[in-house]
């Protein structure tokens, strides 16, 4: 007997996991969750090595296309030694990276990077400022997205435009059901990637379905906050506002570091006598030398300067200029991870209440 | 709890004359609480002790200087004030203490590790405490965990646990958990080959993203906006992404507060990606207390490191 088959779906079971991710990890870099120690964090790939599905990861899989620190170019200076007056300088490409895999990465994940394109594509600028360094790699870059089966408290994935199970900047959706995954492809660099295996058959499609129904389900009602741009705009100059909601944060860098949409950078020359490389490296706004200008002064000298500009970046200028969209995609991790439990979602809806009363 | 509307009653008989009183307050889920500063009436109603005090409000003091400020201090807490206080950082009269008796705190890791298999620990819906336990609603059902299965490390080694130094003290002392601090857990660390322990610092070390968080949550880490990881000129440390420059901080770090450090272990909490970095400090402490005899929060006086004396009564240089 035939049985029937949803050509778009394929499956995978655990046991035969590690096959397939050995053959991915022949034609590129696979990084998948893993559990170390007392963290969920997105290593790459070897054969033997667990792929974490039972605790969502700590950090994001922002790093594989946006390194935390990356090589732009390597530089020899002349004039030291035997010739003084030499002034030449050499400069060395960096290495090209190579094709990745992101494997689990989770649907908000995959949404933080639709954050990051306009901006590195040369919005603005016309698209004469494209930020060669991200676009090569997040056009090697294949994105497999794990569905979520329950909401963490801390998720908020449906306020912005996300859900469980959503595709947005996805390559291929997997789905946990009985003893494997069912792949669907969203993109053709996804459907490249899944030629290989078995398809699915329609019940086991059918079982997918209903999963990620079910888990939408789970998911929370969105908060409205269609006026959160308006309202932080309005709220600029209120400093006791935002004193008191930043009293409790110790301007560490770590809601940034952890958060799939957060792009700012900082670029440092690293130099050992006469070698030495230029690095752009991740940066935050929360340190107090983000806005630290050369002739001393700061724009935003405290805390709740800082704390302001992070929701309101966020929540009113990006959106400003990039059609309404939020430079949040709600996987919560800046709450999760907060040694001082700051909650962003409360920042935003206390800014519109208090917007509304002024 | 009873004790909790004692403690409400020792906030609000002092607000009117303070600042603002910090305590903890709900946190955005039911396992964590929030940092809480209360200035009105309103402010001290949301005001919760108990096992999910975790932050240490002394942190937030060196800041704070100039005005007074009200604390609700965990024994572990009244030490790194006492710290501050020997150091000259705050001043003693500017604050005010109210103590409890604490019977340990929450680690969240401990939590995870105890949810394993069940859920994890942000999917649980409620909390309630009972006497010893604390009982998860959790999606598959009430799950009771012991206490002391689940309290942070430092709690299993409490020889303070009820703020001595504290101008109020509400509630009924208890008796420490234990009388001296052995330091096992750093045995168990050193009874790892070398090669091991190297290894297990470069992977603990590779997962870290820089944050610093470790450093903002520390009560005594105040050079805060000055920090040698963040100079640009001179540049001590790479940006580079490597092990090296990110083990470098924390020997830093560690030997800045050698002898100051009082074993909070804000630091550890702190960390997103669960690095141990109170081994690092505890090594440290252990040292100084040793040779030194300073017991860090609760001696007078200037850390030794940060003075000098011709002799140490502790070392015997003459007789080597």
């Known amino acids: ?358 | 709890m009873a004790i909790q509307d004692d403690i409400k009653s020792a906030i609000a008989e002092v607000l009117p004359g303070l600042s603002c009183v910090i305590g903890w307050g709900a946190g955005p889920e039911p396992l964590r609480a929030a940092p809480l500063f209360m200035r009105d009436a309103a402010d001290v109603e949301k005001f919760t002790a108990g096992f999910l005090a975790v932050n240490n409000p002394a942190l937030f003091l060196p800041a704070l200087k100039g005005a007074k400020v009200g604390l609700v201090v965990k024994g572990c807490d009244a030490r790194s004030v006492g710290q501050l206080v020997a150091e000259n950082l705050v001043k003693r009269e500017e604050v005010h203490l109210i103590g409890y008796p604490c019977r340990g705190i929450i680690d969240m890791d401990k939590t995870a590790a105890a949810l394993e298999g069940r859920c994890e620990p942000g999917e649980v819906k409620g909390l309630r405490e009972e006497d010893g336990d604390i009982v998860l609603d959790t999606p598959g059902g009430e799950v009771r965990l012991a206490k002391t299965d689940v309290a942070a490390d430092k709690c299993a080694r409490c020889r303070y646990p009820n703020a001595e130094s504290a101008d109020v003290f509400v509630g009924e002392k208890i008796a420490p958990v234990v009388e001296r601090d052995d330091y096992a857990d750093l045995a168990a660390f050193e009874n790892m080959e070398l090669d091991a322990r190297k290894a297990f610092w470069e992977m603990e070390m590779s997962r870290c993203i820089r944050c610093y968080a470790c450093r903002n949550s520390c009560p005594l880490c105040v050079c805060r906006d000055h920090c040698v990881a963040a100079s640009r000129e001179p540049h001590w440390l790479t940006q580079a992404d490597g092990v090296r420059d990110k083990l470098f901080f924390q020997l830093i770090h560690a030997t800045h507060l050698a002898g100051r450090c009082t074993g909070c272990g804000e630091c550890e909490r702190a960390c997103p990606v669960g690095i141990p970095l109170l081994t690092l400090k505890r090594a440290f402490s252990r040292q100084v207390e040793g040779l030194f005899g300073y017991t860090a929060g609760l001696d007078q006086g200037m850390p030794p490191l940060l003075t000098f004396k011709l002799e140490e009564p502790a070392i015997k240089e003459r007789e080597w």
């Open chain 1, 1 to 358: 007997m035939v049985m029937s088959t949803d050509t778009a779906k394929k499956f995978v079971s655990f046991e035969a996991l590690p096959d397939f991710l050995a053959q991915l990890a022949q034609g590129a870099c696979v990084y998948a969750p893993r559990r170390e120690n007392k963290a969920v964090v997105y290593r790459p790939w070897s054969p033997g090595d667990n792929v974490e599905f039972a605790a969502r990861p700590t950090e994001s899989c922002k790093h594989v296309i946006f390194p935390r620190s990356e090589e732009l170019f390597s530089f020899t200076r002349g004039g030291e030694g035997e010739n003084p007056d030499d002034s030449s300088l050499i400069l060395q490409e960096a290495s090209e990276p190579g094709p990745a895999v992101i494997f689990g990465a989770l649907s908000c994940d995959a949404r933080g990077f639709l954050a990051f394109d306009p901006v590195y594509d040369g919005c603005g600028t016309g698209g004469k400022a494209r930020d060669v360094y991200y676009l090569k790699r997040r056009a090697i870059t294949t994105l497999v997205v794990r569905t979520c089966k329950t909401p963490l408290n801390t998720c908020f994935c449906t306020w912005v435009g996300g859900g469980p199970a959503s595709s947005e900047g996805a390559d291929a959706l997997m789905t946990e059901i009985g003893n494997g995954l069912l792949f669907e492809a969203v993109s053709d660099k996804g459907a490249a990637l899944l030629q290989s295996l078995p398809d699915a058959s329609a019940e086991q499609g059918a079982e997918a379905t209903a999963s990620r129904e079910a888990a939408q389900g789970r998911f929370p009602q969105p908060a409205d906050i269609k006026a959160a741009p308006g309202s932080l705009r309005a709220l600029f100059d209120s400093a006791p506002f935002w004193e008191k909601q930043t009293a409790q944060c110790l301007y560490c860098g770590a809601c940034t570091y952890l958060c799939p949409t957060c792009y700012c950078f900082n670029i440092t020359d690293e130099s050992n006598g006469i070698r030495g490389v230029r690095l752009r490296s991740w940066d935050n706004c929360m340190s107090p030398l983000f806005t630290l200008e050369t002739s001393g002064h700061n724009p935003r000298p405290a805390k709740f300067n800082r704390l302001k500009n992070r929701v309101g970046h966020k929540f009113s200028y990006y959106p400003k200029i990039h059609s309404g969209r939020f430079s949040c995609c709600g996987c919560g991790r800046c709450i999760k991870s907060c040694p001082s439990s700051v909650d962003i979602r409360k920042i935003v809806l206390d800014a519109i209440k208090e917007a509304a009363n002024v």
